[in-house]
């Protein structure tokens, strides 16, 4: 049975994004690629975080 996803705002996605971030704040690995996923993750929500505010402020120059 196929359920509809609910649709998320700009602004949800942002706060989704952040909290994801913030998942890794205060935690490390406690092997080398561990951590390496832990900066990986935490670099990458960061750049999609800035990445939808870039989108968000070009969209609302047209």
Known sequence: ???EKRKLSDNEIH???VAA???FDDVEGTTKQGET??????RSM???QF???AAEA???KL
């Open 1 to 3: 049975m196929h359920s």
């Open 15 to 17: 706060d989704r994004l």
């Open 21 to 23: 971030c913030q998942l």
């Open 37 to 42: 996923a832990i900066k990986t993750a935490s």
């Open 46 to 48: 960061k750049l999609l």
């Open 51 to 53: 990445a939808l505010i």
């Open 58 to 60: 070009e969209e609302s």
